[in-house]
Nanobody
Framework: QVRLVESGGGLVQPGGSLRLPCTTS????????MAWYRQAPGKEREFVAN???????NYIDSVKGRFTISRAYPRNTAYLQLNSLKPEDTAVYYC?????????WGQGTQVTVSS
């Protein structure tokens, strides 16, 4: 059974940091590409970053240099490190992977950036 669980969200001031873990089960974690998406109020869900099984990363321009995606194998966990946060980063953040020909999503974790 495929399962993705995100956590680590919360309220943070502009310029602050958060780390979001995504713990996975039921997937071939070492070869699957893991991704993070986000959805702001009233907006469509958008791609943020991903990391391949070989460690190749991609980021949207608006987060490049501020966010870092990584993966660790003891608990098959993907991380999104959020630094230098801005109010426009406020969104529900979702972990995602593709397995058995379909997309799998976590429940999401709320990140709110406010002064």
């Amino acid at each position: 059974q495929v399962r993705l669980v995100e956590s680590g969200g919360g309220l943070v001031q502009p310029g602050g940091s958060l780390r979001l873990p995504c713990t996975t089960s039921g997937v071939n974690f070492k070869i699957n590409t893991m991704a993070w998406y986000r959805q702001a109020p009233g907006k469509e869900r958008e791609f943020v970053a991903n990391i391949s099984g070989s460690g190749i990363t991609n980021y949207i321009d608006s987060v490049k240099g501020r966010f870092t995606i990584s993966r660790a194998y003891p608990r098959n966990t993907a991380y999104l490190q959020l630094n230098s946060l801005k109010p426009e980063d406020t969104a529900v953040y979702y972990c995602q992977t593709r397995y058995f020909g379909r997309d799998w999503w976590g429940q999401g974790t709320q990140v709110t950036v406010s002064s």
